[in-house]
């Protein structure tokens, strides 16, 4: 058991840096006709804490089956091909080339925090998408930092 839980802001950082990273990573595995999914899988296992219970999983571009549950919703969103989630594409499919976040606030306390902001995908164009990210994180029993909070969403545009 991990005696230490507090959680410091460049874990936060370097949890977001993997979790861009391994996005980048199954877009790059896709299209070069690897094993995407298992790459999907891992970056799951790795960085999201569905083995504690449920993960509040709210993607981007999900309309119908907006809020996900399981891991298998998660998966779906970033890889598709589930019957289950029709709408899916596979968010991470598409080949991005970076992952940035910028972070507006930072919210830590008693061994739990919550960043939110922008975070912007780069295609391979140069173009950058901007979202909208909230992320709730804690650590397990072994000290690694977990997701169980993924909310974002498009920008509010008025016109």
Same mark, same amino acid.
Do not use: C
């Given at each position: 058991m991990v005696?230490?839980? #507090?959680?410091?802001?460049?874990?936060i950082q370097l949890a977001q840096e993997k979790w861009g990273a %391994?996005?980048? $990573?199954?877009? !790059?595995? =896709?299209?070069?006709? %690897?094993d995407y999914i298992e790459a999907a899988e891992n970056h799951l296992d790795t960085l999201y804490a569905f083995e504690d219970g449920p993960v509040l999983f709210k993607?981007? !571009?999900?309309g119908v089956e907006? =809020? /996900? @549950? #399981? !891991?298998? %919703? $998660? @998966?779906?969103?970033?890889?598709g091909g589930n019957? !289950?989630?029709?709408?899916?594409? %596979? =968010?991470? @499919?598409?080949?991005?080339?970076?992952? /940035? =976040?910028?972070?507006?606030?930072?919210?830590i306390h008693d061994g739990y925090a919550v960043a939110m902001e922008n975070y912007y995908f780069t295609e391979t164009s140069g173009n950058e998408v901007k979202v909208e990210y909230t992320f709730g994180y804690f650590k397990d029993q072994n000290g690694n930092l977990k997701i169980n909070l993924h909310h974002s969403s498009i920008p509010f545009s008025a016109g």
């Open positions: 005696k230490n839980m #507090t959680i410091t802001t460049d874990e %391994g996005i980048v $990573a199954i877009g !790059k595995i =896709f299209t070069d006709g %690897g993607p981007t !571009k999900a907006q =809020f /996900r @549950l #399981t !891991k298998e %919703g $998660a @998966l779906s969103y970033f890889v019957d !289950k989630y029709q709408e899916d594409n %596979g =968010f991470a @499919l598409h080949p991005w080339i970076k992952v /940035r =976040f910028d972070n507006k606030g930072i919210y």
